[in-house]
Nanobody
């Protein structure tokens, strides 16, 4: 089995920073694209950022210049550095990864359980 476990969420004041981490573990063969999504109360889950196995990154407009996605392939971990946080960034943040496990012949998407980020004074 493959598991993704997020950490690093919490309560922060507007303008503050948080760093989220997501570690993949289990019978991992290869990890391809990794990413972060978020879901605010009453809203649909939305994409935040992605990073390919070759470290190419994409960001949605509302986080460009404020958030940075990165990965450490040796640790099977993806990070999301969030700066200049705004109240509208409040949401549950989920990581996902496209992984081929040793048990599967094809890759599929795995999701973490989510971590709460609250931006409030």
């Amino acid at each position: 089995q493959v598991q993704l476990v997020e950490s690093g969420g919490g309560l922060v004041q507007p303008g503050g920073s948080l760093r989220l981490s997501c570690a993949a573990s289990g019978s991992i063969g290869s990890i391809y694209t990794m990413g972060w999504h978020r879901q605010a109360p009453g809203k649909q889950r939305e994409l935040v950022a992605t990073i390919s196995s070759g470290d190419s990154t994409t960001y949605v407009d509302f986080v460009k210049g404020r958030f940075t996605i990165s990965r450490d392939n040796a640790k099977n971990t993806v990070y999301l550095q969030m700066n200049s946080l705004k109240p509208e960034d409040t949401a549950v943040y989920y990581c996902n990864a496209f992984i081929r496990s040793f048990r599967d012949s094809v890759a599929r998407t795995y999701w973490g359980q989510g971590t709460q980020v609250t931006v409030s004074s």
